[in-house]
């Protein structure tokens, strides 16, 4: 079965810490795609990240940097420095190209950065 | 720049009414969703469309209905609103990937609307 887990249901940190948001997936398949989003309060979710299961290189964009291991199917998003503007529900989903277009979310991570 | 718009930011219906909520796309993109989002329970799919006049049934599709007559547009319907549709539904729409033995195979984003947040009383 595919399934996402976000073990972290809610996080608080003080403005500039560092902070990691933990996303493990499963699936037998051996061509999947992982994403991340972002939901700030205003609601609409904001794709931040798309990285296929062949490429394991770690990602950088501004404060943000994303960490692919296949060996514990591991995706986790680390933001650096973190704002209050960083605030925010954020999704790992998962999705299988073979056979749809739908993308499996996790349940989601609340984030809370504290001025 | 990518825009997924929908009907209505809020809406508050009574049960038993018809309700109709609209999400348009103007990227051109082959697949539209729709899901419902419930605190504790994440995102769930309710119908999506690859394809002009095409639906299929995502998790949760009983007590909704869709309509997609054109590319762009993809409707959802609830025939009779019970106050446990009382969520927040986002629509959104992706390119549709490559599949079948063609390789690389490849997996699109989705972009989302802002949602409607749709309260029955």
């Known amino acids: 079965a595919q399934k996402v887990t976000q073990a972290q249901t809610e996080i608080s940190v003080v403005e500039k810490e560092d902070v990691t948001l933990d996303c493990v997936y499963e699936?037998?398949?051996?061509?999947?795609?992982l994403f991340w989003y972002k939901q700030p309060p205003s609601g609409e979710l904001v794709f931040l990240i798309r990285?296929?299961?062949?490429?394991?290189q770690n990602e950088i964009s501004g404060r943000y940097s994303w960490n692919f291991q296949k060996s514990t199917s591991s995706f986790n998003f680390t933001i650096t420095a973190s704002q209050v503007v960083d605030s925010a529900v954020y999704f790992c989903?998962?999705?299988?190209?073979?056979?749809?277009?739908?993308?499996?979310f996790g349940k989601g991570t609340r984030l809370h950065i504290l001025p | 720049d990518v825009k997924v718009t929908q009907s209505s930011r809020y809406l508050v219906k009574r049960t038993g009414e018809k309700v109709f909520l609209e999400c348009v796309q103007d990227?051109?993109?082959?697949?539209m969703f729709w899901y419902r989002q419930d605190p504790g329970l994440g995102l769930r799919l309710i119908y999506f469309?690859?394809?002009?006049?095409?639906?299929e049934k995502g998790d949760i599709p009983e007590g909704y209905s869709v309509s997609r007559e054109k590319k762009e547009r993809f409707s959802l319907i609830l025939e009779s609103a019970s106050t446990n549709q009382t969520s927040m539904y986002l629509c959104?729409?992706?390119?549709?990937?490559?599949?079948?033995?063609?390789?690389?195979?490849?997996?699109?984003?989705?972009?989302f609307g802002p949602g409607t947040r749709l309260t029955v009383t």
């Open positions: 959104a729409s992706s390119s549709q990937g490559l599949r079948g033995g063609g390789f690389p195979q490849i997996s699109y984003e989705q972009y």
């Open positions: 699936t037998r398949d051996t061509t999947y795609y």
């Open positions: 990227m051109d993109h082959e697949n």
């Open positions: 990285r296929n299961s062949f490429d394991e």
């Open positions: 469309s690859y394809d002009v006049k095409m639906k």
């Open positions: 989903a998962l999705s299988l190209p073979h056979r749809d277009d739908k993308i499996i």
